[in-house]
T-cell receptor, first 113, second 115 residues
Framework: QKEVEQNSGPLSVPEGAIASLNCTYS??????FFWYRQYSGKSPELIMF????GDKEDGRFTAQLNKASQYVSLLIRDSQPSDSATYLC?????????????FGGGTRVLVKP | DTGVSQNPRHKITKRGQNVTFRCDPI?????LYWYRQTLGQGPEFLTY????????KSRLLSDRFSAERPKGSFSTLEIQRTEQGDSAMYLC?????????????FGQGTRLTVV
C-alpha cells in the first residue's frame, strides 16, 4: 500500500462546475496536508495546506480534512480551463516524518470549455 | 525573482558521464530539499539539509548521488556515472525552518535526459 494515494484520473469536469479530488494516507500520525498544482512539464506550485480537521477555504479552492478517516480532499469551484493540471497531494508526518513531504501520484484534471 | 532557482533547466548527457545541478533557495529559508520526479509519478524525496547539515537521505540516493550545501545557502546535486534510469526531473524546494506546518516551495526543476 502506498503511503499517499490518489486516483490518477483524468477527472473531466465542465467549465464552471466543481472539481472534487480525493487523497488518502496510511500514516495515522500524519500532521499536515498540502495540495500542489503541476502543469505539464512544470514544477509543483503550492495551492494550500491544512492541518486541522474540517474545511479551509482560499478563493475558489477548499481543502477538507478528516483525520479519523485518513483522507483529505480538494474542491475547485467554478472550474476554469486554466485549472487543467495535475494536482498533487502531499503529507507531512510527526517528528522526523515531519521533515519531508510524501507525495501521492497526482490526479490529472481536465476542464472542458 | 526571489523564488527557488535551479540550473540548468535541461541537461542531456551520455550514459556514464557525471552531471551536477545547482539550487538556490529562497534567501531566508534554512531548509532545502531535493526530490526526483519521473513521468506520471509524484515527486520522490531524495535528501534534505538544515543549513549546511545533510540530515536525511532516502534509500533512493545511491552511492552515485551526492548532495552538498557547503555554506548553508545554495546546494548542488551530483550524479556520477549516469544511467538511463536517472532520467527524470530533479526538483529542489526550500522552506523556512522545520515543523509539519511549514510550506515548501519548489524551483523550476532540472530535467535530465541520459542517452
Amino acid at each position: 500500500q502506498k503511503e499517499v494515494e490518489q486516483n490518477s484520473g483524468p477527472l473531466s469536469v465542465p467549465e464552471g462546475a466543481i472539481a472534487s479530488l480525493n487523497c488518502t494516507y496510511s500514516d495515522r500520525g500524519s500532521q499536515s496536508f498540502f495540495w500542489y498544482r503541476q502543469y505539464s512539464g512544470k514544477s509543483p506550485e503550492l495551492i494550500m495546506f491544512i492541518y486541522s480537521n474540517g474545511d479551509k477555504e482560499d478563493g475558489r479552492f477548499t481543502a477538507q480534512l478528516n483525520k479519523a478517516s485518513q483522507y483529505v480532499s480538494l474542491l475547485i469551484r467554478d472550474s476554469q480551463p486554466s485549472d487543467s493540471a495535475t494536482y498533487l497531494c502531499a503529507v507531512k508526518g510527526y517528528g522526523a516524518a515531519g521533515n519531508k513531504l510524501t507525495f501521492g501520484g497526482g490526479t490529472r484534471v481536465l476542464v472542458k470549455p | 525573482d526571489t523564488g527557488v532557482s535551479q540550473n540548468p533547466r535541461h541537461k542531456i548527457t551520455k550514459r556514464g558521464q557525471n552531471v551536477t545541478f545547482r539550487c538556490d533557495p529562497i534567501s531566508e529559508h534554512n531548509r532545502l530539499y531535493w526530490y526526483r520526479q519521473t513521468l506520471g509519478q509524484g515527486p520522490e524525496f531524495l535528501t534534505y539539509f538544515q543549513n549546511e547539515a545533510q540530515l536525511e537521505k532516502s534509500r533512493l540516493l545511491s552511492d552515485r548521488f551526492s548532495a552538498e550545501r557547503p555554506k548553508g545557502s545554495f546546494s548542488t546535486l551530483e550524479i556520477q556515472r549516469t544511467e538511463q534510469g536517472d532520467s527524470a526531473m530533479y526538483l529542489c524546494a526550500s522552506s523556512l525552518g522545520p515543523g509539519a506546518n511549514t510550506e515548501a516551495f519548489f524551483g523550476q526543476g532540472t530535467r535530465l535526459t541520459v542517452v
